[in-house]
């Protein structure tokens, strides 16, 4: 139960696949994806609306957008 509730709580505090979206459109994608180590080509596809992200990869993304450590590829 403990796992369930950080992982809520983490669900909660995550951008949206629009936010994503919307934080995305002023950035070098290919930049992006390198930092955490995504396919350049999937990033745009979920930049652009083809494709909804896997909740992992929107938790990956968001983290990376919204400055956390985490979220970049070590």
């Known amino acids: 139960i403990a796992c369930q509730q950080v992982n809520q709580q983490k669900e ?7 936010q994503v979206r919307q ?4 950035r070098n994608l290919a930049h992006v994806a390198r930092e ?10 979920i930049a652009n609306g083809l494709t909804m992200p896997r909740a992992d ?3 990956k993304i968001s983290d990376y957008l919204e400055g956390k450590a985490d ?4």
């Open 12 to 18: 909660a505090n995550m951008l949206t696949a629009a």
């Open 23 to 26: 934080a995305l459109r002023d």
């Open 36 to 45: 955490i180590g995504m396919n350049r080509q999937q990033l745009w596809q």
């Open 57 to 59: 990869t929107l938790e």
């Open 71 to 74: 979220g970049a590829k070590t």
